[in-house]
């Protein structure tokens, strides 16, 4: 049996060059799935992701799946794109490890937590205040620069991570420190500064942007201080769930979420077409 994609629209092509087509996987020519393959509109043309890879229940097991996802390869590759990239749900192991199978590596994870409305109380000695400029100034230049190399240390170039840093912080920071809806938070320990905090929203969701704990103070709980802090401005303003990203790799990271009750609700896995 020959397992092929066959296209259910003309190519999609926007007037940011982004390219799009939607198809259904067939075997012998009777459907049984469907596949939508697009180029990044953020990353540029020569980065695809397939944003749905569906098989129906009947013809699952019996690798439908994986011929679709290298068929979807192969038009990546003739649209000239050098990555392609999929998400998986966090409640789907078998999907994960057919990514994985495929040569596919993970390169962050999406968490979130429902909240009860409860404001923790922050330990003895440790206090939240507003971050003032001068200290803006100094967070946000060594932010974009640590972000792009998370992203170059995870398959992206030097430039695109540059560009990617600096528009994904201009986006979500228009007005610096007085954007509205953002909140950025220095802790203190014992009046000694230990850790930021840049809290903001997504999807009536409170997300956590970015969280860190200064190296000189790391090891001592600063950063589960961080997050119950995260998790009480959160509640007082209103949000029930809070969410966050973490980058493959980042065990410390990842253990504090997990301990505190995060939930993976999507993986992030990107592949190099050679």
């Excluded at 049984?32 to 695809?48: I, K, N």
């Excluded at 430039?159 to 509205?180: H, V």
């Excluded at 973490?246 to 253990?255: D, I, M, Q, S, T």
Aim: net charge neutral.
């Amino acid at each position: 049996m020959t397992t092929t994609l066959r296209p259910t629209e003309p190519l999609q092509l926007a007037d940011d060059g982004t390219r799009s087509r939607r198809y259904q996987v067939c075997v012998n020519s009777r459907p049984v799935g469907a596949v939508h393959l697009a180029t990044s509109p953020e990353l540029g043309p020569a980065f695809a992701k397939i944003h749905a890879l569906r098989i129906e229940e009947a013809d699952r097991g019996r690798g439908r799946g994986t011929v679709a996802a290298l068929a979807a390869e192969e038009v990546a590759r003739g649209w000239g794109c050098r990555q392609i990239e999929v998400t998986v749900p966090g409640d789907a192991p078998r999907a994960l490890g057919l990514t994985r199978a495929l040569g596919y590596v993970l390169r962050n994870r999406a968490m979130e937590k429902d909240l009860d409305g409860t404001v923790p109380a922050l330990p003895p000695g440790s206090a939240e205040r507003p971050m003032n400029r001068a200290e803006y100034e100094v967070w946000d230049r060594t932010g974009r620069q640590e972000y792009a190399e998370d992203w170059v240390k995870r398959g992206l170039p030097e430039s695109e991570a540059r560009t990617k840093a600096d528009r994904d912080f201009g986006r979500a920071l228009p007005q610096g420190p007085d954007t509205d809806g953002a909140r950025l938070t220095v802790l203190e320990h014992e009046g000694v500064p230990v850790g930021e905090l840049w809290l903001g929203h997504r999807d009536e969701r409170a997300f956590v942007y970015d969280v860190a704990v200064r190296e000189a103070h790391r090891g001592h709980g600063h950063g589960r201080t961080l997050m119950l802090l995260a998790e009480g401005q959160a509640a007082a303003a209103g949000f029930r769930r809070l969410a966050l990203n973490v980058f493959a790799g980042n065990l410390p990271a990842e253990r504090l979420y997990e301990s505190l009750g995060y939930a993976v609700t999507e993986a992030h896995l990107y592949k190099d077409l050679l």
